[in-house]
C-alpha cells in the first residue's frame, strides 16, 4: 500500500508544458467593490474565459493528446452535463478525432448545441433514473471509443490543476484559494497546484446546498452517495465524488462549504452588474460563498475559480431576475 497521491505538481506542470499555445491563459480579474465587500484582495481566475467556456478543456484536451494515433482514429467517448462535453469534442476536434459524447436530457440547450457544434454525436439519458457511467463505458466498448471521463482520471486532474497553477504563478502567495466541486476534478487538481506551490494555503471547496456530497464525504472519511440533487448548479449536480478526486481532496482539501441557490444568483447579478462578466450557476460558487459569508475568517489574499460561463441568455437573465 502506498500513501503517493495519483497526481503530484510535476503531473500539473506537464500538463502546463502540454496546454501551451492550446489553452488559453485565463485573465485574473480585481475589482474595488469586491474587494470592500470581502474586506480582502481579491483575485478571480476566470475560466469562463477559456475555450468552450470552461476549466474543462485543459483536463480534456491533457489527457485526448496523449491517446496514440490509432486510438485518436478510432474517437473518443465522455458523458457530462455540458462543459465537459463541450471541452472533450472540441480537444477531439482538434487532434483529429471524433467523439461521442452521452448527456442529460435536460442539459441545458446552449451546452448541447455548443456539443454538437464542436462536431460530437450526442446520446441523452434521463440523469434521475439513468447511469451514466455505465451508459457511456458500454457505448465505448461497443464501438472500440477511448472513453474520457469528466474527473476520474490523472490527466484530467492535472489538466484542471493548470489553472490555480497560473492563478499563483501570476498574482504570488494567497492566503486561502475556493473552488467550486462537483466531481471533484478541478479542485483536486488545483489543490495539488496550490499545496505544491504554497505548502500553507488553505484550499476551501463549495457545492451547492442540494449537492453537498463531497462535504458530507469528508465528514465521514468515505465517499457518501446522495440523491442525484436538484439546483440551479447543473455543472455540480453530482451524488457521490469520484474515488480518485476523493482520494486526493482527503488528503489536501481543508473545507467545503455550502451555498444556497439564492446566494448563487446573487453572485451571478454582482458578477454581471459591478465586474461586468457572465458566470453560469456552478461557476460562481466561489464567489457566492465569498459574499453570502460561507468562507470564515476571509484572509488578506484569497483566490476564486470562475469555473465556467456556459449559460444561454435566456436561461441568465431567468435567473438573474429571480430572488436575491
Known amino acids: 500500500m502506498t500513501n503517493a497521491l495519483p497526481v503530484t ?75 465537459h462535453a463541450q471541452a472533450v469534442a472540441l480537444a477531439a476536434r482538434e487532434l483529429g478525432s471524433s467523439a461521442v459524447i452521452v448527456m442529460p436530457e435536460d442539459s441545458p440547450r446552449s451546452k448541447r448545441e455548443a456539443t454538437a457544434g464542436y462536431g460530437a454525436e450526442i446520446v441523452t439519458y434521463d440523469r434521475y433514473t439513468g447511469d451514466r457511467v455505465a451508459i457511456g463505458e458500454a457505448l465505448a466498448a461497443e464501438r472500440g471509443l477511448a472513453l474520457i ?64 456530497d463531497t462535504k458530507r464525504s469528508l465528514s465521514a472519511g468515505e465517499r457518501v452517495s446522495i440523491p442525484v440533487p436538484r439546483t440551479i448548479a447543473d455543472g455540480q449536480a453530482a451524488d457521490i465524488p469520484g474515488e480518485l478526486t476523493f482520494s ?50 476571509v484572509p488578506p489574499r484569497i483566490g476564486l475559480i470562475v469555473s465556467g460561463g456556459n449559460i444561454d441568455s435566456r436561461r441568465f437573465a431567468e435567473l438573474c431576475a429571480g430572488p436575491a
Open 9 to 83: 505538481l510535476d503531473d500539473v506542470h506537464d500538463a502546463a508544458g502540454r496546454l501551451k499555445g492550446v489553452a488559453h491563459r485565463t485573465p485574473v480579474l480585481r475589482s474595488r467593490t469586491l474587494d470592500a465587500l470581502a474586506g480582502a484582495e481579491v483575485f478571480l481566475k476566470c475560466e469562463n474565459f477559456q475555450r468552450a467556456g470552461a476549466f474543462k478543456f485543459r483536463g480534456a484536451y491533457n489527457a485526448v493528446s496523449r491517446l496514440s494515433r490509432a486510438q485518436l482514429d478510432r474517437g473518443v467517448a465522455a458523458y457530462s452535463s455540458g462543459n
Open 149 to 212: 471521463p469528466p474527473y476520474e482520471h490523472p490527466h484530467v486532474i492535472a489538466g484542471q490543476g493548470t489553472a490555480a497553477l497560473e492563478l499563483i504563478e501570476e498574482v504570488g502567495e494567497l492566503d486561502t484559494l475556493v473552488v467550486p466541486v462537483g466531481g471533484g476534478g478541478l479542485i483536486a487538481g488545483s489543490a495539488t497546484a496550490a499545496k505544491g506551490l504554497l505548502p500553507g494555503i488553505r484550499v476551501i471547496g463549495v457545492e451547492p446546498e442540494q449537492g453537498d
Open 248 to 297: 486526493v481532496n482527503k488528503r489536501l482539501v481543508d473545507e467545503i462549504v455550502l451555498v444556497s441557490d439564492d446566494d448563487i444568483r446573487a453572485a451571478m447579478r454582482l458578477a454581471f452588474e459591478r465586474l461586468k462578466i457572465v458566470m453560469e450557476p456552478s461557476g460562481a460558487t466561489s464567489l457566492a460563498a465569498l459574499l453570502a459569508g460561507a468562507v470564515d475568517r
